[in-house]
């Protein structure tokens, strides 16, 4: 795959920030050290905007809906959205500006057109992005993104098949909820911009949805 590289970046250059975080680095013996001491409450990440999260690592998992409307547009029989799913993770850079990077599917949509042949997309992506933060409270703290998706369309068009990558521009808002302790639940919309290649009629797609974290703090 021509972006595998860049895959990695997306995803390396987050650990590589978050393995050499300060916080951590004190008490730390081995990998696996650090990695459990990662989601352990540290006085001085939670001296930081009240202890809102605005300033921690964190990952999750988010499960929702893909929407894009005009992919049906010459088709019959067709699916407007597609069930999808997300992993991420991410770490602070300094107050209320954080790094993330994930791993998104946006499921599989399909519908037939007059003269019988199919259109389908399978697509998906690696993410690499900024988040501002917006603490609302010590609970709640809502935030915007914006950054790179670097994605890959399984393609099939009446009888051809193709596999395509490439990379476009993504933004989107949300808000997380801490529950109790590290724990928290977390729903955000997201738009992505030109996924897929030029064959399909609408290569917007619109990523709603929900799920859990877990903070450092």
């Known amino acids: 795959m021509k972006t595998t590289r860049q895959h990695w970046a997306a ?6 920030v978050l393995l050499s975080n300060p916080i951590y680095a004190a008490d730390t013996t081995s990998p696996f050290d650090s990695l459990l001491g990662l989601f352990k409450p540290s006085p001085q990440s939670k001296a930081t905007l009240s202890g809102s999260r605005a300033n921690a690592n964190y990952i999750g998992a988010n ?4 929407n894009t409307e005009g992919f049906c547009t010459q088709l019959e029989n067709c699916e407007t959205s ?9 770490v602070p850079l300094q107050n209320g500006l954080l790094l993330d990077g994930a791993y998104v599917n946006f499921g599989e949509q399909q519908g037939k057109a007059t003269n019988g042949s199919t259109t389908k997309a399978q697509r ?9 933060t917006l603490p609302m409270s010590d609970s709640l703290h809502l935030y915007g993104k914006g950054g790179m998706l670097w994605w890959t369309s399984e393609e099939s068009h009446s009888n051809s098949h193709q596999a395509v990558d490439g ?10 909820y801490r529950l109790n302790g590290n724990l928290g639940v977390r729903a955000e919309w997201e738009h992505y911009s ?12 619109n990523l709603l949805s929900v799920g859990v974290s877990m903070s450092s703090l």
Do not use: C, M
């Open 11 to 16: 995803w390396l250059v987050p650990a590589a």
């Open 63 to 66: 499960i929702g809906s893909a």
């Open 82 to 90: 597609s069930n999808a799913w997300k992993l991420y993770a991410g």
């Open 124 to 132: 998906s992506g690696y993410t690499a992005a900024g988040v501002v």
């Open 167 to 176: 990379k476009s521009t993504f933004y989107g808002i949300g808000a997380d």
């Open 194 to 205: 030109d996924v897929g290649s030029e064959q399909l009629s609408d290569r917007n797609i």
